[in-house]
Nanobody, 127 residues
Framework: QVQLVESGGGLVQTGGSLRLSCAVS????????MGWFRQAPGKEREFVSA????????HYADSVKGRFTISRDNAKNTVYLQMNSLKPEDTAVYYC????????????????????WGQGTQVTVSS
């Protein structure tokens, strides 16, 4: 069974930075495309960023482009989300997700294809 565990969330002031991590176990990490999603109170879950299995492809939501960076370390079975210049509207529970997709040309940017999800980590940005 594939398990995903997020960490790195917390409370930060506007303009600050956080680095989220998602550790994956129970599968061959290098065969999985990974994604980050977030859900704010009263809102639907939305796409944040995604990365292909080998890290060769990435994609970002317009709202985070230029501020967030997704990366992965296949030797450590971990995907990261570096978040800079944080804004109050970035406040949400952040989830990582995995889907088996070994082609490094494929980035999965919608939630439905993802088979595995973490439990989420809270990010709160104060104004």
């Amino acid at each position: 069974q594939v398990q995903l565990v997020e960490s790195g969330g917390g409370l930060v002031q506007t303009g600050g930075s956080l680095r989220l991590s998602c550790a994956v176990s129970g599968g061959t990490f290098s065969r999985y495309a990974m994604g980050w999603f977030r859900q704010a109170p009263g809102k639907e879950r939305e796409f944040v960023s995604a990365i292909s299995s080998g890290g060769g492809g990435t994609h970002y939501a317009d709202s985070v482009k230029g501020r967030f960076t997704i990366s992965r370390d296949n030797a450590k079975n971990t995907v990261y989300l570096q978040m800079n210049s944080l804004k109050p509207e970035d406040t949400a529970v952040y989830y990582c997700a995995a889907v088996q997709q070994p082609l490094d040309t494929i980035v999965v940017v919608t939630a439905r294809p993802y088979d595995y999800w973490g439990q989420g980590t809270q990010v709160t940005v104060s104004s």
